[in-house]
């Protein structure tokens, strides 16, 4: 695979205090993250939706990058600061970078998928992203503007506690309570699922319906195959085809999702 995703942006984050403030404000579990990685992780409102979806980045030095949508970097480094408070670290201002995506070598493992896939900032802009948005699609690793909202989403619904984007062994952080609830319980009614039809889907942000109730959306198509974030219990009760646009959808797991496409009752 050589694909080069572009409109990114890096924010470096330096000093003493950068990886346990860090630490106690985002999803993911950086401490326990490897040098040389990338994971998902999110900055979460206190209700628990996804106010910000982005790459943390961890060189051979030890060093964090974050890497978030070039449209939202500036914004995104200023509500890192408000947290700041008297923190020892440093926030850099937001750098546009071009990524190259690779199979075989490069700067960071991206830890989202099960097999190996690599990112390395490149002075290229060009390259085709569909082989890698098919990747994406099978296993289940979302990204916010093509799949779903920011503050429309807790982490279970887009699959950020399957692919490593959340720790549920570390301490505290913004959000935590909602997340945690929801794990112990069991109730996360939403996820992001592979959508299948016989033919090719309909664009992004065709509603997937149940005769004309809605109960999801398609987020990235490429051909056949689609990401789409669902009403589990409403997906399993259908009585007619689940349909998007006018084709008539299947729906499987992510690769290594540890769910069921019948969610399991909350039983407190």
């Not at 942006?9 to 326990?32: F, K, V, Y």
């Not at 960071?108 to 060009?126: C, E, I, K, L, N």
Request: charged share 20%; with cysteine; net charge negative.
């Amino acid at each position: 695979m050589n694909a080069v995703l572009t409109g990114l942006s890096h924010i470096a984050i330096d000093g003493e205090d950068a990886l346990p403030w860090l630490q106690n404000l985002i999803t993911a579990d950086i401490e326990s993250q490897p040098s040389g990685t990338a994971l998902g992780a999110a900055l979460l409102t206190p209700q628990g939706k996804i106010l910000f979806d982005f790459m943390v980045l961890k060189d051979a030095t030890e060093k964090l990058i974050l890497e978030v949508r070039a449209e939202l970097a500036s914004i995104f480094a200023q509500r890192l600061t408000i947290y700041k408070l008297r923190a020892k670290l440093t926030i850099g201002a937001p750098d546009d970078v071009a990524i190259a995506i690779r199979s075989d070598t490069g700067t960071w493992r991206d830890m989202r998928f099960g097999v190996p896939m690599w990112r390395s900032v490149t002075s290229s802009g060009a390259g085709d992203r569909t082989e890698y948005d098919a990747l994406r699609i099978t296993h289940g690793v979302a990204t916010s503007g093509l799949d779903y909202a920011l503050n429309d989403a807790f982490p279970h619904d887009v699959n950020l506690d399957q692919i490593g984007g959340v720790g549920f062994r570390k301490g505290c952080y913004v959000g935590q309570e909602v997340v945690s609830r929801m794990q112990h319980r069991g109730t996360a009614r939403r996820r992001l699922v592979v959508a299948t039809g016989e033919q090719d889907l309909p664009i992004q942000g065709t509603p997937v319906t149940v005769g004309d109730r809605e109960i999801g959306t398609l987020g990235t198509v490429v051909g056949h195959q689609a990401l789409a974030i669902i009403r589990l219990d409403k997906a399993a009760e259908a009585e007619v085809p689940v349909m998007a646009g006018g084709v008539a959808l299947c729906f499987g797991l992510p690769i290594g999702a540890t769910f069921s496409l019948k969610p399991v009752a909350d039983h407190g």
